[in-house]
C-alpha cells in the first residue's frame, strides 16, 4: 500500500509556513538534494541526509504589524473554531507569507498597531509548560507575544509575581500573550481544557459519597440487635436473599461478557505468549517468529526481513525493531515500497516462503515459520 495512504504529504518543502510552525530541521533520505535556496546541508551520510531551515523563527517572536480583529467570542484564547473567528482575513492568512513581520490577532477591536519592541531570553519547554525572559521596551498596553503552540484553551500565563498574562489568538489556533511594559519573567503553563473542571467534579463527588456512606454507616451502628428470635430469622433471611441476588447479577455480567467477547472461550485460561495472542493471531505469529530467531542475529550486525505478505513484512520491521533492539535494521521495504537498504543488510530473517533475492547465503536456523540466512561475503 502506497506510504501516502498511512501519513500526510508535506507538498511544499519551501513552505513559509513552516518557517512559522519554528520547523527547524529537515531530516531525509540518503543523497537528498538541496530542497531549496533557504535549506543548509548539516549532515550526509549512508544513512540519510539532515537540512537547517535558516529562516525558522523561533518559538516566540514579536512581530513588527498587528491586525487586530474583532472577536464575537467573550473568550478569544478559547473558541471552537479558530480560522472561523478571523472571518475575511482567514484567507490571507493561509498565503501569509510575511509571518515575522505581520500577525493577525484575535482583540477587542478591529484595527492595526504597531507592536513594541521586545528581546526574548532563555526560553524552555518542559511536560504542560515554557518559560522565557521577555523585556517589553513599550509603555501602556505593552506587546503582543506570537508563539507556534496551538491554543485549545489549556495554555494560561502568568509573570514573575504570579499576575496573569492575557491570551488570546493569532494568525489561527495559535497561542498570543499580550504582555505588559518592562522586563519580565513569563511561566506557560498547560491544563487540557475541562480537566479542572472534572478535577473538581471528582472531589465533589468522593465528598457526597464518603458522606453518604459515613452516615449509612452510622445509622447501622445504632440499630438495635433483633429483639426475638424471629427478628434474627427474617434478617438472616434477607443478608442471605441480597448475597444470592448480588451472586446472580455477578454471573449475568460475566456470561455476558464471555458471550461478545472476541476471545475463544478455551483461551480465557491460557497465559498469552505474546502481547498479541488476544488481539491478533496473524500478527502474534509474527511475534512469535521474531522471539524464536532473536538470538541468531550477532548483536551489533545488520538484517533485513523478508515476507511474501508486504504488511506482514512491515509488521515485523516495525516489530523488530524493539525485539532486536543491539542488532540494526535495514528495510527491504517501506509500506509495501522496494527499499534498496535491505540489500546491504548481513542476516536475513525470512519469514513463510520469502527467500532472498540471491543465492549467496547460508542457512543459520531454522524456524516453525522461517529461517535465519547469512549473506556470504563474495570474494
Known amino acids: ?40 546541508l548539516v549532515y550526509e551520510g549512508a544513512d540519510g541526509t539532515v537540512f537547517e531551515n535558516r529562516d525558522a523563527l523561533p518559538r516566540v517572536f514579536s512581530p513588527n504589524r498587528v491586525s487586530l480583529i474583532a472577536s464575537r467570542a467573550e473568550r478569544p484564547s478559547w473558541i471552537r473554531n479558530a480560522f472561523a473567528e478571523f472571518g475575511a482575513p482567514a484567507s490571507a492568512i493561509a498565503g501569509k507569507r510575511d509571518w515575522r513581520d505581520h500577525a493577525f490577532v484575535l482583540g477587542r477591536e478591529t484595527k492595526d498597531v504597531t507592536n513594541g519592541s521586545v528581546e526574548i531570553a532563555g526560553y524552555q519547554e518542559s511536560t504542560n509548560g ?51 511594559g518592562g522586563d519580565h519573567a513569563i511561566f506557560l503553563s498547560y491544563w487540557p481544557p475541562g480537566f479542572r473542571t472534572g478535577i473538581g467534579i471528582l472531589v465533589l463527588t468522593l465528598i457526597v459519597t464518603v458522606t453518604v456512606w459515613a452516615r449509612a454507616a452510622t445509622a447501622r451502628s445504632r440499630r438495635r440487635s ?63 517468529f521474531l522471539n524464536e530467531v532473536h538470538g541468531k542475529v550477532p548483536e551489533g550486525a545488520t538484517y533485513t526481513v523478508l515476507a511474501p505478505n508486504p504488511d506482514d513484512e512491515m509488521y515485523l520491521y ?41 543465492g ?16 556470504v561475503a563474495r570474494r
Not at 1 to 8: N, S, V
Not at 9 to 19: M, Y
Not at 320 to 337: H, N, T
Open 226 to 288: 433483633p429483639s426475638t428470635p424471629e427478628d434474627a430469622e427474617i434478617s438472616s433471611y434477607r443478608a442471605e436473599r441480597m448475597s444470592r441476588i448480588w451472586l446472580a447479577g455477578a454471573s449475568v455480567v460475566m456470561l455476558a461478557g464471555l458471550a461478545l467477547s472476541r476471545v475463544p472461550l478455551r483461551s480465557t485460561g491460557r497465559i498469552p505468549a505474546t502481547p498479541l495472542d488476544f488481539t491478533s493471531y496473524r500478527l502474534a505469529h509474527l511475534w512469535t
Open 360 to 375: 549467496q547465503v547460508r542457512l543459520v536456523f531454522r524456524a516453525a515459520e522461517g529461517a535465519v540466512y547469512e549473506r
Open 130 to 180: 515554557a518559560s522565557f525572559r521577555a523585556r517589553v521596551s513599550a509603555a501602556g498596553s505593552g506587546a503582543f507575544l506570537v508563539t507556534s503552540l496551538v491554543q485549545d484553551g489549556g495554555w494560561s500565563a502568568r509573570d514573575e509575581a504570579g499576575r496573569v498574562i492575557g491570551t488570546t489568538l493569532a494568525n489561527g489556533p495559535f497561542l498570543t500573550l499580550q504582555v505588559p
Open 1 to 40: 500500500m502506497p506510504p501516502a495512504d498511512y501519513f500526510k504529504q508535506i507538498r511544499d518543502i519551501n513552505a513559509t509556513a513552516l518557517d512559522f510552525l519554528n520547523v527547524r530541521y529537515l531530516v531525509s533520505t540518503p543523497g537528498r538534494l538541496n530542497p531549496g535556496e533557504k535549506w543548509r
Open 318 to 358: 516495525m516489530f523488530s525493531l524493539g525485539l532486536l533492539d543491539k542488532q540494526q535494521a535495514l528495510p527491504s521495504s517501506y509500506f509495501g515500497v522496494p527499499r534498496p537498504n535491505g540489500r546491504e543488510a548481513r542476516y536475513v530473517l525470512s519469514y513463510g516462503n520469502a527467500l532472498p533475492e540471491t
